[in-house]
Structures are given as C-alpha cells and as structure tokens.
C-alpha cells in the first residue's frame, strides 16, 4: 500500500515536469506537505544512485543490447527475441489470459487480429512498436537490474501559437543481468 502511495504522491511532480506553465507548480506545496508525514526511510524511491563510472559502462552495455534486440525485431526474428526475454516474462507472454487482454487493445480489434500465441504477439505488437528503440536515459533498481528509458519529444502550439516542447519519458524495457548478458524481465 506505502509503495502505491509513491506513485500517487509522484503524480503531480511528473505532471509538472511535463509542463512549463506556472500554474503547474501549486501542486508542489500539497505533495510536499504530503510527504512529510512519512518516515524518511519510508521515501526511498525504487531507484538506486550510483557512481557516474558504473553508470556509463552500463548505459554502453544495455544501448548496444538495445540496438542488438532492435536488429532482431526488425529482422521478425522470433527466436531471437524469445531467447532475450527472462523465463518468467516469456511465460507470461504466453499464456491465454495475457493474450487475450492484449487482443482488446483498440489497434489489434480495428485490425481484427486475435493473439493465440507469442509468435503473434511478437509479429503484431513488438515488431511495430519495439523495433526502432532507443535508448536514452537507465535507472537502477538493483546492481543487476535497470530500467530502459526513451524520451519522447512532443511540440506543442499554445493558444497564443507559440510552440511548447514537453518531453514524455517512456520505460521501454527492465533487464536483468545475469552473467555477461542482460534479459528482459518487464
């Protein structure tokens, strides 16, 4: 419940750093306020900090695992992606439930695609959306565990036709090293 919490208290900062009016920045004071109540402990973040030398190496490691499983993907190469997802992910991927949640999805019922199978998943959902990534920012959430971020640019007219660029961060992926090499767990 405390960790749900987070993310209702992290609501308004993310809105706000998504917008630049100045009317954005009440919320502040109330989430502030919000967060006293609690334990300094109780406010870690699920993020860890770590030495800027730690965090270059790994950005270089998962960028190229990165632009690797983009490869693949453009490739249609199934096997190659089901052998970068973790055991668990990949039996999550496959099982009736979560195939057909993913096929009521607005795209797949217009397109009249019904998922049976990973192999489906894989060529309707990850094929078109995955298979350019990129990856701008990571955060650890363990030594062998980060997640991927890509930043979406956004251009934006006001009412006074001025443009506006807010930027949207995406989590694209969370990988787990084990070893030499990184496997997608989310």
Known sequence: MQRFLWYLLLAPLVFMA???SPAAIEPMGEAA???ADFDEE???LDHL???QELYDFTFTEVK???DNLNTTIRRKDYSGWKDALSDGLFTH???PEFLAKASESNLLRSRKIILKTPNDYFINVVVPSRSNSRVDEIEFTAHNTVKVFY???LEKKTENNAVVTETRRL???ELEKSGDSWKIID
């Open 18 to 20: 998504c917008k630049s």
């Open 33 to 35: 306020a919000f967060a």
């Open 42 to 44: 109780e406010l870690i």
């Open 49 to 51: 900090t770590v030495s």
């Open 64 to 66: 190229h695992f990165v």
């Open 93 to 95: 991927f496959s099982s």
């Open 151 to 153: 930043l979406e640019k």
């Open 171 to 173: 989590r694209l992926y």
